[in-house]
């Protein structure tokens, strides 16, 4: 009888270590269903989704870049679409779900700290939506143009920016998608003092900084050509008069001076050996 007991006793401990894993692996997947219909809503949640995928990683879940729908619930987010190469930071991200861009915004300048978008020829062209006035990449531009203008009375050079824009299309065209992401910098001038100062300006009665260059950081994911792996170009354009025919090969800067300069990070969580 006692080898019967402990019979029944390891059956029955065995029955209830499965009930317990059973009910473990479906609370699992309720718990990651939740978390990715969080992350498609919440910025932050997406940002973060790697650690709280890790948690769960007994189940061996996996967080991914794949735009996740659910189209029953009407739940579709482009976050992991247009920030596929990461967030640079995360103050005060937003995203314009109309035109799908997303922008942070620096609550310390008063002004857009970075936007990023993914450039494609069905951003390009949009169709899709008849009542728009702009294509999703235009008005993503238009928009961060609206927001720089009042900087740009130093002699910000517009047909420059404009080819640097018509060179991101020629990159999509070429080889598919650009992710781009664009900002401003502020660096301090020097006095013939050798002192060093930041200029500022009046806008809605505060003093907000002026912005000394432009950045755009392109990263290029060929997807005509399956077997080419992305690379990524950086360049800077200052906020001073220039010559129109000045070449944007000119305006080519390394990555990480830009991270330098601005204290962002960009690629974060990726493999950066795609920097040139």
């Keep these: 009888f006692p080898i019967m007991g402990k019979g029944v006793v390891a059956l029955l401990a065995a029955t209830a270590g499965s009930f317990f894993a059973l009910g473990a692996y479906y609370q699992h997947s309720e718990v990651i269903r939740n978390i990715q219909?969080?992350?498609?809503?919440?910025?932050?949640?997406?940002?973060?989704?790697?650690?709280?995928?890790?948690?769960?990683?007994?189940?061996?879940?996996?967080?991914?870049?794949?735009?996740?729908?659910?189209?029953?619930?009407?739940?579709?987010?482009?976050?992991?679409?247009?920030?596929?190469?990461?967030?640079?930071?995360?103050?005060?991200?937003?995203?314009?779900?109309?035109?799908?861009?997303?922008?942070?915004?620096?609550?310390?300048?008063?002004?857009?700290?970075?936007?990023?978008?993914?450039?494609n020829s069905t951003t390009r062209m949009n169709n899709e939506r008849p009542s728009s006035n702009f294509s999703q990449s235009e008005a993503s531009r238009v928009f961060f143009l609206s927001n720089i203008k009042p900087f740009t009375k130093r002699g910000f050079n517009l047909a420059i920016w404009e080819r640097l824009l018509r060179h991101?299309?020629?990159?999509?065209?070429?080889?598919?998608?650009?992710?781009?992401?664009?900002?401003?910098?502020?660096?301090?001038?020097?006095?013939?003092?050798g002192s060093w100062f930041m200029e500022y300006q009046s806008e809605n009665n505060s003093m907000v900084a002026v912005p000394t260059h432009f950045f755009k950081v392109l990263v290029v994911d060929p997807i005509f050509e399956s077997d080419s792996p992305p690379y990524a170009e950086a360049y800077v354009m200052p906020n001073s008069p220039m010559s129109d025919s000045t070449d944007i090969k000119t305006l080519l800067s390394d990555i990480r001076d830009i991270e330098r300069s601005t204290g962002l990070r960009f690629f974060e969580g990726h493999d950066r050996n795609f920097i040139n």
Aim: glycine share 4%; with cysteine.
């Design 37 to 119: 219909h969080l992350e498609q809503r919440n910025p932050h949640a997406y940002f973060i989704r790697r650690k709280l995928y890790d948690l769960l990683s007994i189940f061996s879940v996996r967080a991914t870049s794949v735009e996740l729908s659910d189209e029953k619930l009407n739940r579709k987010h482009k976050l992991a679409g247009i920030l596929k190469y990461g967030f640079p930071s995360m103050s005060e991200i937003s995203l314009n779900e109309t035109f799908d861009f997303v922008t942070s915004f620096d609550r310390r300048n008063s002004a857009i700290q970075w936007m990023c978008e993914r450039v």
């Design 168 to 193: 991101v299309s020629d990159l999509s065209n070429k080889h598919g998608t650009v992710y781009v992401y664009t900002g401003s910098i502020y660096l301090p001038r020097e006095l013939k003092s």
